[in-house]
């Protein structure tokens, strides 16, 4: 057991020393551990990156074409200044990771953000032992059980096929990144025609140039004026919603696919007609599993519900803290990411 | 009752008068009398006097669902409703009841004020 802790938070965000790189940095650093591609995670600016090679294609639109980028294949090993690094799948997007460093005998494994729940479009999430585990919070209570995601697939198919019925259009709003292709992969393209808009459209062709099999889609601003969209579904991010944009497609029905639709009130205040609970984060039941999994005996929490976490965790015997980090990603309400970064990386992909 | 959850449900998932007024046609259209009296009465925003105390109800939902005390009151924090957080917070029902709405309010429901608690728990 060393005396100095292999990780510390600094100004830049997680930092090992004994390696000399950080993780998920939240400014430009020498060298930087990725664990995946959204924007609160994956900053531009760093002289280089370390990530998960599946993530590979999806980090160079985010980082840009001149980024050095070195992509490992998960469980492979590689030495970073002397501390053994290797990237494990975290189940979150494509080619989200986790992190485990290894340092004379201290295992620390960073978890970014990750889901239990099986996903068509990225590996599945795998438990990794170590003595201290670094975990997301987002769904850090226990109002946060998911249903079972069949279900959950089954009622938006179900309500898409009423739409259609009805000589409506569908529309569907889920994080650009993972969600939206998440929701593609799994929904039944069988229904009707399936449209997107441009930040889904472009992340979507990352996804199938990465191997990942999505349906026939079509871009939005392709289709000539005057189309029909009755029938349709057009998969859009939050920040679309209420927006003239959304004013194309004459009647239509709105839903959100979001771990915060559990909440009735967060429903009702995005003022969508559907809230669909579909999540690509851990529950309540999820994180504690994935901590037991672990076997850690100390735990750092981040990312969300960080004191009820560190508390119970606490109450449950483990050695627990908090580390505040700068980015509260998906804490906030309104989507999947705080709109600062919605609205980011909407301009980063051209919509 | 799960004619009038479908109901609830209906009126929620939409933001249009004239969709809610083709659920609530649908609905009157189909039920009972004594389950329509009902419906009216609650959708009016009327409730029945506390037939069981609110303290009370926090705690045996809070044993039910295996949780503390201060992990209950984050849980209503962030929910905002109390109703919603205990339904948020209890295990999934196994099983299912096709009694009407009117039966649950008349037999199961009011019979609880004043009744002792080990019936009412």
Redesign the interface.
Known sequence: VTTTPLLQLTEAGLYCPAGDFHVDPWCPVERAVITHAHSDHARRGSRRYLAARPGQRLLRTRLGDDAAIDAVDYGEAVDVGGVRVSLHPAGHILGSTQVRLEHRGDVWVVSGDYKLDRDPTCAPFEPVRCHTFVTESTFGLPIYRWPAQEEVVADINAWWRQNRAEGKATLLFGYALGKAQRLLAALDPGIGPIFTHGAVEKLSRDYRDSGVALPLTTYVGDVPRGTDWAGALIVAPPSAHGTAWTRWFGAASTGFASGWMRIRGTRRRRAVDRGFVLSDHADWPGLLDAIRATEAERVWVTHGYVGVLVRWLREQGLDAQGVQTLFEGERDESGDLPEEFAAETEKEAGA | MKAFADLYAAL????KTNEKVRALVRYFAGAPPADSAWAVYFLSGRKPRQVVPTRKLCAWATAA?G??D??FD??YH????LA??IA??LPRSASSSDRPLHWWVERQLLPLRGADEAAQR
């Open positions: 929620d998932e939409t933001n669902a949780v503390t201060w992990l984050e849980s962030a929910v905002g409703d919603e957080t948020l917070l």
